[in-house]
DNA sequence: AATCATAACTAAAACGATTTAGTAAGGCGT
DNA sequence: ACGCCTTACTAAATCGTTTTAGTTATGATT
């Protein structure tokens, strides 16, 4: 017959009689000793030098049995930490957030953070109120991607294309300049003078930077963009309908261009589907450039030139940035301004003007 | 001299007099009331129906003030409820997950709750730690996204597209089924009968349900698949590059093909890619029909057709089921399976066989 | 023999709420 | 004048930890 010694004191699974988790008060009674004894052990704390090792492993073996794991709302109400982060995207699926999420989760999950998702999909009322939803979950710090912060927090911020002046916030931005610089140097290159644009749509804190960077590199380029040949996205959605759509205005307004540079990948693609439908092959009649670099850039069909956004290392450096000004404390001074790099990807949309 | 009688007590911002929110013990201190009183009234328990509304008033007068907000933590270690989800997926940045979330997230959000998101990117060792981690981080539920559970969890957990019959899982999954005869039936009606399939990597849990339907399907259609046409993703990586290898080793094989039913629409960019290559073109030459519809599909060149899975439904679906099961406890029976319908969408990559 | 140090613990406060079980004061009925 | 009901509150316990400040024995030192 065998013992049951062990089935009504502890039993496999992580609990302690019944089903819930056990609480370090059960696992002290059950030792007969206090809870400040086990915490004390369990921690590694300086002050439980002088108990003997007899009984830390007695406490060792009894929480390792009974599955002890502290509570976690316990233990955060006690230190006042949470280790939870909230962050803000306009649209998760849209490529770009998720691309600057992988950054950040990889990054955080790596030092014990977790966070909150929420997306705001350009409506003004919940950019307002999920960072105040946010603080009320007790999270230390807010990461804001393609977001403007409308005022400043008591947590420390960190935003990601944000281009934010608000007080307190860590702006992780990448080179406009010398994106618009790699792009338009392409194409100039490639002997093209008449440069159509697509700017962003109005909510997108990338599209006044990015269209200024062109326009002056253009500038300097002695190859101005002319004011006919400029688009604009409109709708908020996130496919490259908006593309198609501000692509055909500019085909219907007359104007020929041999170039087209595209706000992004998304958009680009769109483009090219309008310019296919006119009777315009890319890059043979038209070349066209777009900006990210999303997964589907290089397999598109042609496989599009673009200017790389590096989108994990952003979110990575939003996540370190804002880590450290939680470590340091708020009194400590913290960059306003992280910049980083783009490339330009060479693909087959874009070719020597004809 | 303008008064300053309300800057030494309540000041603008959530604050009391320094830079911290208030506290329940601080603000009755200020009315000189009990916590317990400045609970009840704030939380119209019927226990405060007997306290005059002078009092209630200047009691709620008070919180707007100093923009009282109940401490979260605090709030859920007494009530032993986190309102936190997790959430399980193997990849962010692949479309489909992101998909799945925006459902998710739509649902809970609106009932209150936030949920902590993790990728696994398919390693072992990280599907079995962070059901863990958060249920150490005291989540009430569980979302596992195209990734089965090995073991069975205390918490109500539901699985998209995660075929699992570990008991205590809710299974969102879709009518594969259907899908099958839906693409199959669209080939074969436009004349094909020598189709080529891509199957999906050993670890996406679609993977063997959607290739036996399919393998059904194509026999009750009396078009058998045949094996030299069966290719398989190999390596996991999110991008088109999986269905480019796959389909050039089909290729290779010298195996004639018409048609070319690929496990997803990423799968399916890859491919055509890889047919271009050969001198292939689609879909003049051979028919390929994906899976999803993500956004990317409607705007490749050509145009995608496809299967829809309804993503964002599954999301919503997981999050409705999850929180019902938590409000009804684990004593009332739930569903097992959840069923969802796929639906054909004809694009330009399909045409008639030669 | 009194003092001191050390070992092996523990009591109690604290984190910030919620909630149950009271209590003190006043009015009313008989 | 006594009990009883209301009104207007409050004390204290509780959730599960962490941590500071003790406490009690025992052994060593002067």
């Not at 059950?30 to 406490?59: C, F, M, W, Y």
């Not at 960190?158 to 792009?183: C, F, W, Y």
């Not at 992004?264 to 890059?283: C, H, M, Q, T, Y």
């Amino acid at each position: 017959m065998p013992r049951k010694k062990k089935n009504d004191t502890a039993n496999g699974e992580n609990s302690a009689t019944n089903g819930r988790p056990v609480s370090l008060k059960e696992l002290a009674a059950h030792l007969g000793l206090s809870t400040s004894t086990l915490s004390l052990v369990l921690n590694g704390s300086a002050v439980a030098d002088s108990i003997p090792q007899e009984t830390k492993d007695r406490i060792f073996k009894a929480a390792r049995e009974f599955n002890y794991s502290p509570n976690y709302i316990a233990r955060s109400l006690r230190a006042q930490r949470t280790f939870t982060l909230g962050v803000l995207v306009p649209e998760l699926s849209d490529g770009y957030s998720a691309g600057v999420l992988g950054g950040v989760e990889d990054h955080l999950l790596q030092e014990g953070f977790f966070y909150f998702v929420a997306s705001h999909r350009h409506r003004v009322e919940l950019i307002e109120k999920y960072p105040k939803i946010f603080l009320d979950r007790c999270v230390e710090g807010l990461i804001a991607v393609d977001t403007p912060q409308r005022r400043p927090s008591p947590l420390p911020v960190v935003s990601v294309s944000g281009h934010d002046d608000t007080p307190g916030v860590t702006n992780i931005v990448l080179n406009h300049e010398r994106a618009a610089e790699l792009a338009l140097g392409h194409l100039i290159e490639l002997g093209h003078r008449r440069i159509a644009v697509i700017k962003g749509q109005e909510f997108s804190s990338d599209t006044e930077i990015r269209w200024r960077s062109i326009h002056d590199a253009a500038i300097k380029f002695n190859v101005p963009i002319h004011p006919s040949l400029l688009a604009q996205l409109e709708s908020d959605s996130p496919s490259p309908e908006t593309g198609y759509l501000a692509t055909r205005k500019l085909i219907g307004s007359g104007e020929s261009f041999t170039a087209l540079f595209a706000f992004n990948d998304i958009s680009a693609i769109g483009a090219i589907r309008a310019l296919g439908e006119a009777g315009l092959n890319v890059p043979e009649d038209v070349s066209v450039i777009g900006f990210d670099d999303i997964h589907a850039a290089a397999f598109h069909n042609p496989a599009l030139t673009t200017i790389r956004q590096p989108l994990y290392q952003m979110g990575k450096l939003a996540a370190e940035h804002l880590l450290k000004r939680i470590a340091n404390g708020s009194t400590e001074p913290f960059p306003e301004l992280v910049t980083v790099e783009p490339e330009l990807i060479i693909r087959q949309s874009t070719a020597p003007a004809k």
